[in-house]
């Protein structure tokens, strides 16, 4: 079987570090300010790499909603009684509210799933250990960001905002590790499929 969601994920992750390495050159920036005072002479230049790096937002979110549709038809090929659909995890990412639960949904239900299969049982321990840390930096970094912008949007060189881009980095870094966690959990299944269909040939033919 050949995954449909395995190469939009190794496109995604590239997006992905793309933004850590943007925002690595804002905190660079921050540093420089806080060293030689040079703020004025970085606005220009910090407003364009914000700006780049909101782009490179919109584009990965929408990759990543395409990858977590194909992830879910890979898995329904996999197993036709996997419990969501590719519609239904479209429906519990984007539906506001809902979603706070259903992304949860999403992952905790692909865990305990790669959990039942001992070739990927490390897999699924480790998907579902990232989704409390995932919740907690994304709820922490939203609230941060939100108070930063109403409050702090003119002071682009606090600490405050050098702390909320190493959060934002750091949620970054997780949904990588999501990413790469489902990705392999979906490869060893796909694998083991491929070593059960060869036995049963194998022992047909005997």
């Known amino acids: 079987m050949k995954l449909r969601s395995k190469r939009l994920g190794n496109i995604l992750k590239k997006f992905l570090w793309a933004d850590i390495g943007l925002t690595l050159l804002l905190l660079i920036n921050i540093i420089i300010v806080r060293l030689v005072g040079a703020g004025e002479a970085l606005l220009s230049y910090d407003s364009i790499v914000s700006v780049v790096v909101g782009l490179n937002v919109v584009i990965y979110t929408i990759l990543y909603l395409f990858w977590l549709y194909k992830v879910h038809k890979d898995l329904q090929e996999l197993d036709e ?23 949860w949904n999403v992952y ?3 865990a305990d799933y790669f959990k039942k299969n001992s070739s990927i049982h490390a897999t699924g321990s480790r998907l579902a250990l990232y989704i409390p840390i995932y919740y907690i930096l994304m709820l922490a970094t939203n609230g941060m960001n939100s108070y930063l912008t109403r409050q702090l949007a003119e002071e682009p060189y606090s600490n405050w905002w050098f702390i909320s881009y190493i959060g934002n980095s750091a949620l970054v ?34």
């Open 81 to 103: 009684f996997y419990p969501i659909t590719p519609g239904g995890a479209m429906a519990r990412v984007l539906i506001p509210f809902y979603n706070l639960y259903g992304l």
């Open 108 to 110: 905790s239900t692909m």
């Open 173 to 206: 870094v997780l949904y990588i590790l999501i990413i790469k966690a489902v990705s392999t959990g979906l490869l060893r299944l796909t694998e083991h499929e491929l070593n059960s269909g060869e036995e049963d040939r194998a022992g047909y033919s005997q």
